[in-house]
């Protein structure tokens, strides 16, 4: 993981907030914004002076905000590979209690998958609830996995198609972030797809 330490200056932080404040969907925990023109060019020009964002705002970037508080924080605690090879992690609020929902990364967790059965294959080994339980025992036993703290003004970018990681939850307060994802591994093949219609689904308030 590679962090990019105070690197967003607070104005820049509170005009990005507001921002995505207005843009995120009510009552849910994650709102998706790809294929949204409007938006990508909103960011490109909040973050255009830090390069290492702007190069990273790409057409095809799947780009997520995710709001979590004490009440919806059931989405914590779920080790999975992403379909993707970037992520850029931008916290822009995190709460200042023990569980504040940070980001736990085990790296090189697996071997860069080379075609799509074997990425369905390694998900399915370790995305189950026997394993999740294994995994966040690991974790507590401080095997493998690491905490990364990343405070607002800070981001990081991170491999989460090779790396297991997971969100801790949030017991008071409120947690937001922005997450842009870029480099999608068997974007055409139709597994692919449904993984991720079904994972926007599956977030979705019933
Ligand atoms: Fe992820």
């Known amino acids: 993981m590679k962090e990019y330490s105070n690197r ?6 509170s005009a990005l907030t507001n921002y995505l404040e207005q843009k995120h969907q009510e009552n849910t925990t994650f ?4 294929d949204n023109k409007e938006f990508l060019n909103q960011l490109r020009i909040i973050f255009k002076d830090i390069p290492e964002i702007v190069d990273s705002l790409k057409e095809d970037s799947y780009i997520v905000t995710r709001k979590v508080n004490k009440a919806n924080s059931k989405v914590a605690f779920c080790p999975h590979f992403d379909n993707y090879s970037s992520t850029i992690l931008i916290p822009l609020k ?4 023990k569980f504040n929902g940070d980001i736990i990364l085990w790296e090189n967790a697996r071997k860069t998958p080379s075609n799509v059965i074997s990425h ?7 995305q189950n609830k026997i394993a999740t339980k294994k995994l966040v025992k690991m974790f507590n036993e401080g095997k493998n ?7 607002p003004g800070s981001f990081v970018q991170f491999d989460g198609f090779v790396g297991l990681h997971f969100n801790l939850n949030v017991d008071s307060g409120e947690r937001m972030s922005l997450l842009i994802h ?12 449904m993984i991720e219609k079904y994972s926007q689904y599956s977030v979705k308030p019933k």
């Open 145 to 151: 996995f690491t905490r990364h703290s990343v405070k």
């Open 94 to 97: 995190v709460p200042d209690s």
């Open 182 to 193: 870029n480099d999608k591994k068997f974007a055409n093949t139709f597994i692919v797809k």
């Open 120 to 126: 369905m294959i390694s998900k399915l080994y370790f």
């Open 8 to 13: 967003i200056p607070p104005d820049t932080l």
């Open 31 to 34: 709102s998706f914004h790809q």
